[in-house]
């Protein structure tokens, strides 16, 4: 029956999601810049350790994992909740949580009842502070690996004997090279196998040949240090504390029993963390427009400007505070009907892309909104939103680009002779 | 439990809708039009006296009554489904059954048990085309019928003995002249009484005036003829086969019972009615852009244009699509929403004038993005989309303009200091 | 120097053609749509009839040719601004004189002395009616009629002996059929000329094809009747009172003679007419625009809508004129810099096509703007802005479409290695 | 006659502002940016100090005061071209050039001769580091300094005799503090002028008191230490090497010579002076679109991003290239217009607000886009476009916002019943 009434259940994850944030994320920011200062991107990241401590405390890694598989974790709709409420707060912060969540997806999607018990493990605990990493991006680019007659990603494994043998530059991969640079405690890692029989050299060749590898920091230990370079930490213009290394694989040997998936298999398993992601993200843009339109409406209903009367009743601020509302009630209405819709359909991913390209792109125009409101106030550092708009760019961009990625994966889904438009919403 | 799921009789309703639109509103068009010739815009609106007839049959209007009045009517949300069912096949054609509803409206929230079980019975049968309209716009305006120090309406009752005097002029208000411009079987006309008592001039007298009084086909025509009058038909862009006319009172007397809502009580049950009214524009606005997605997509699918390849192998083509079928989407979601929003909350307005705006403005873009899409055949009339453009331009200025009406009643929200923002979604 | 001042010679041109506009112009609509009435789309065409002659007289043929060819045409400049003074006041009247000037265009600019000499001289009068149309579009798409591995046009001729048979399908060409169905005074179709000796099927074949033959009405004259046939006068949306026929050459033969441009050329020569074509519809939109405005500021000035202000009172409604009038003074602006460039510079068509671009989808959105503005008053037939909103829709999708065929230009100068994204500006 | 050539003259202040701006301005944000690692916001500005010399010896000072006062000042549309070449190349150590130029304006427009020859003296040379500053905005919002019935400006003065004694708090004005916070050489302070003889309370009273007082460094030097303070370097989110100070003026005391503007005059001379800035907004917006445009066309020219092709080849990168390359266009067609409109008709200044809206909204925009072109090696810090959106976000907000005073002054010129739409293109 179509309702949208939290279960008691989801008022308490999200009244508890809610009590993190106030608690923990509120004076995140003022802490991770703090460490700005000393030179090296990476002590922004590692300033956030203690944050991240109080997370696993609280259950906040344990509840991105399945409660069949040990976890606390509930639904899609139940993170989409928490993940609004971090970002409603801080998102820099919260993305190092949350990149735990994505590494450790193709795990709970793809591995084997062993390779769970094994690796889950780490994150099943209230204590320390485990990562994990989902390492798929590359300095080249990656909307691309399994493009008909694409070269494929450059990070390939060769088996020897009963290792795998890696290779290959990767970047951006949040939580890649963990608290210490010598790797998170789990990172799955997307390449090529190279398969010396396989001389086809057909367009799926790439598609063929993409596999998922376990990385753990145990691995990376017992290789030489050189196996695993962090190559830098590229500075980013927001989610500064995020944690995103250019690395480095060479010739890193890690048991053969750490396949995640196969050669053949790796895309799909790929493609289905990076859906149940893409409505996260919608998530994320709506956490952000909240932010915004409480910001924006708070200031325009105490604010005069220099004139007789508090600016909301001026219809031009009016106008803005409502374009900026309509779109994040918008958003959240579709990200949580999309959240719901996966796995139901075949091809219920559509509306995960749509929340995911409706919900970033309108983030970024919302805040945007909100600053040409506040007006010049509000590009102060600290007070004002340009931090909001910083980390607010990126949705568009990552976790799959909307040019690149998202709208290629839809167009796809459309050409689909099986599709019809609207079984998502009223069935087959 | 959040849901986007039908109930079995949710799905029953929509399944109705959707046979009745493909049985009956399907040639709607081609019937209306071909009416167009005779000159005379009224007869456009005449040639679906039929399909009205079939719409009574098929308990399309005893559906927009309540259960507990003698009607087949459920929630909004189930009105809504019908909405977008209607509107996914044929724009103006519905609009006269709807209208009907909206005419209802005021008696079905405001009526003694007297004057509804009086006035409601033409319209819990299944024969005949009873017609009900909600008389509110006059030609000078509506907008600010109650602003602050604002004149009000100029359509006035006076009281004498146990008749009210009515005069004015009114326009727009679909339905209102009947089928053969002697009265819907119904109207309930806004208007202002008054009274010789009040002879304060506070900046809030034109809403302590306002009420509504029922003016049926049978007052009419107890009147001299001249008291009712239809002064023109006013021919339209799209919605060509609605009947909306100039109309004027003129010492049109009717039984003091007739009164529906008294001095002062108008404004709101007014306000009330477009409330509801508004997530039912967003639905209409949500049918409009699945008919233009449906259409796109096929020509897509099929056309090459003289190239290689179908037209949705094109990049460009396929954003256009992604953009169509991302507001739909996102429309449809909100809609629901505000639908089942409406009455929980003090603010529970809010979704809904989102609903309508959102709704109606991303489907007059819509439009214009499919035509865009498919180019210059698009503009033939019949084939083309150039109808439905005509039909979706009506969406952001009817039922209250959405610079005029709809912004300016979330701005008022927006500047309550009670109001929370998220009350509607999670609660206080 | 850069200046923005008309010269005296501008501003008598101009002056000409806002005084032909307010006397002949004015009235056009109430005359076509009077021509409605009668069944069959031809006689709203044909009811422009004294108004074109009325267009030859005042020498607004003429003024489509050049001087060096015994016209009195001027600069692209000159032409934008008649086209704006016209669209200011009435589009589709004014579309037939203009697609005059664009059925010269190809002889204009390819054809031999001879041929211009000849063909031009019903041109150069002052009586009459004589009507030119470029004939491009086919009704299975235009817009990849030399795409690389594309077929190319149905449309085809063959050389026997000393004549050209022509067969095939076209669509769309404003003045195509002529007052009375038996062509326009001049056509040039843009056909494929099958060389029997060319067995080569390289991916440009099409476009090695291409040619363009001259059709005059005395080489129908000369015809089997059937050689030449109306098929429909398709019914558009807007421009309602265009010649825009789908048409059938069956075995047409025309002298050799007529061939305006060798296969091989003829793309080409569409793509110069095409070219200068652009800059022009630049020019409609911002007529459009100009309209647009203007109704809208004389309605905010002067309505209150039942308030106690006029309405330009309102931010809201005050926001929606500076929108209109700003995208109405940024298209102006790069018209004439479009108009000025083209010829200067290598990629100086690149201009022209954003100044169509940005012009025609300007002008549907300010439209709708001023619709939005005025609110359900612009519903009105006649009134309304529903006729300018119809006839604007047409601006992005004609003229080549702007997605598949004007910013397939674009992006095509843009891939070219010697394109300097300035020299158009500042020089190489 | 219309022309959009440059003159030789021009040719060669662009060339040479292109020049400067590739040796010293390329450079300039590694400059101020290593500065940053101080702490204290000041130092970032201080950093420049060298560039800004430079530019005095350049001539770059002197060219913003009219060669009639002993400058080398030329037309409003020479100093567009000027903007533009820097803005291309980096915005926030340019500001600081122009913000002298900006600070000298009230000078320029209102000075007596006497005034003129003293105070403008130090900007005339070829040497040192003089800095202007129009000193207007302060923290409590400056959108409604004279509107009716607002109080006006917090900052006032008093005549004490032979001096005026001036208190209150600025904020924002750039250059205001000077490189040791001892003040610019020159600041034109707005403040109201208290006269105890005038007792009227009208709604126009806060406009008849604004008035324009100068401070120069030796003023500063002449008064109590505290006297001048300044108590904050506010930092903000782009720009980061401007000097925009919250400054506090306590009994400040000043020669009554120093009066630029009487109480009554200073409003008129501020409006012009954010007339002539406005231009010059649009193009600092066209600057940025001219750098994300080339960024990213060089970006799609080479990247394949693991495909077969370059990125150019996929529509949708193609149609943001577009995009941006049309508004940079339209906005420099637009901003030409409104530099050479400006003072010749009585609303010229129109055009001048419209440039400087439509210039700042679309580069904010086209950075954006931009973004989501590149996708994620944009959000880079340094090699990405983070900064330049940083940058562009203030254009709509700075130099009187578009929503709280831009706006508001185009809609006070269309109230005007003098004003006619077109007079600025075409003539009364
Ligand atoms: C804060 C942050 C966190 C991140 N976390 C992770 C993570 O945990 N794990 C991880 O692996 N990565 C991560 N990333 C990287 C991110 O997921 C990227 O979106 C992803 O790498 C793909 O990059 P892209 O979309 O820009 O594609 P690219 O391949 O870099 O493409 C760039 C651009 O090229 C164009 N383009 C490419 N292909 C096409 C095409 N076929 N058609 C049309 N246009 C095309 C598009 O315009 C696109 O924007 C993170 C990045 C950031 C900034
Ligand atoms: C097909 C159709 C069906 C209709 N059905 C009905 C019906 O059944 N019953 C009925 O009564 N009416 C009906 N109408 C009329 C419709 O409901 C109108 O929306 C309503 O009359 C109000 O008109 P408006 O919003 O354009 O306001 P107006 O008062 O006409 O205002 C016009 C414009 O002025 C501006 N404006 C006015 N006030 C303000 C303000 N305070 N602030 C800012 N801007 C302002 C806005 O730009 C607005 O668009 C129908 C109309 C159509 C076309
Ligand atoms: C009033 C009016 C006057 C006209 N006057 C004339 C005239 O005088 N002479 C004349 O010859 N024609 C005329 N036309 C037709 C007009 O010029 C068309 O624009 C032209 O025929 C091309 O049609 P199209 O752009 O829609 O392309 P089509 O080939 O019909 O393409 C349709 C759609 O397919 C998509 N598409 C096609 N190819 C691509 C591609 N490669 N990449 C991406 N998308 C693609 C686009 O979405 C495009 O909109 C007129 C039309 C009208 C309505
Ligand atoms: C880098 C930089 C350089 C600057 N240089 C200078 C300088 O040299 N000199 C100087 O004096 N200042 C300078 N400023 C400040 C700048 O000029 C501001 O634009 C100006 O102070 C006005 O601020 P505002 O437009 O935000 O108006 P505010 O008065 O702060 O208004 C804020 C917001 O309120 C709303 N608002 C206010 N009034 C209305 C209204 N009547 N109607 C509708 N909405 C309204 C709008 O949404 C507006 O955005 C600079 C600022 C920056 C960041
Ligand atoms: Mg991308
Ligand atoms: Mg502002």
Not at 221 to 236: E, I
Not at 375 to 401: E, T, W
Request: hydrophobic fraction near 45%.
């Amino acid at each position: 029956m179509v309702d949208f009434d939290l279960t008691p259940e989801q008022q308490a994850i999200r009244a508890s999601a809610k009590a993190f944030a106030a608690e923990h994320l509120t004076g995140a920011r003022a802490i991770y810049e703090a460490a700005a200062t000393t030179p090296g991107w990476e002590h922004q990241f590692r300033s956030t350790l203690p944050l991240y401590k109080n997370a696993v405390q609280a259950g906040m890694i344990k509840a991105q994992v399945p409660a069949g598989l040990g976890g606390l974790g509930g639904s899609l709709l139940d993170a989409a909740l928490v993940v609004e409420e971090f970002y409603a707060v801080e998102a820099s912060a919260s993305l190092t949580i949350f990149g735990t969540g994505l590494g450790l997806m193709p795990l709970i999607l793809a591995g084997s009842p062993e390779q769970q018990q094994k690796f889950l493990k780490p994150f099943l605990g209230s204590e320390g502070a485990p990562l994990a990493s989902l390492v798929f991006s590359e300095p080249d680019g990656s909307a691309n690996f399994i493009a008909a007659g694409a070269p494929g990603f450059g990070t390939t494994a060769t088996l020897q004997g009963a290792e795998y043998i890696l290779n290959g530059e990767k970047i951006w991969a949040t939580n890649c090279s963990g608290w210490d640079d010598r790797g998170a405690d789990l990172q799955c890692v997307v390449c090529r196998i190279l398969d010396p029989n396989d001389e086809a050299s057909d367009v799926d060749k790439a598609r063929r040949q993409t596999a998922i590898l376990i990385v753990t920091r145990e691995d990376i230990a017992a290789n030489d240090p050189a196996a695993f370079q962090v190559l830098s930490h590229p500075p980013t213009v927001g989610h500064t504390s995020v944690n995103g290394p250019h690395v480095r694989f060479s010739n890193l040997r890690v048991p053969a029993g750490n396949l995640l998936a196969p050669a053949g298999k790796g895309a799909e398993v790929i493609e289905m963390s990076f859906t149940a992601s893409a409505a996260l993200v919608g998530a994320m843009g709506v956490g952000i427009m909240r932010q915004a339109f409480e910001r924006a409406l708070e200031w325009s209903k105490t604010e005069t400007r220099g004139s007789h009367e508090v600016m909301i009743q001026k219809q031009s601020v009016a106008d803005l505070l409502i374009k900026i509302k309509i779109r994040c009630e918008a958003a959240r209405a579709l990200t949580w009907k999309a959240a719901l819709a996966l796995g139901k359909t075949p091809f219920g991913g559509e509306l995960a892309y749509e929340a995911k390209i409706f919900g970033s792109e309108s983030a970024v125009d919302c805040v945007m909104d909100a600053i040409n409101l506040i007006g010049v106030s509000a590009y102060k550092q600290g007070v004002g939103l340009g931090h909001l708009l910083n980390d607010a760019v990126v949705l568009p961009i990552f976790d799959g680009g909307n040019v690149g990625v998202r709208r290629r994966q839809i167009e796809k889904i459309f050409m689909n002779p099986q599709y019809k438009p609207w079984e998502a919403t009223f069935g087959p």
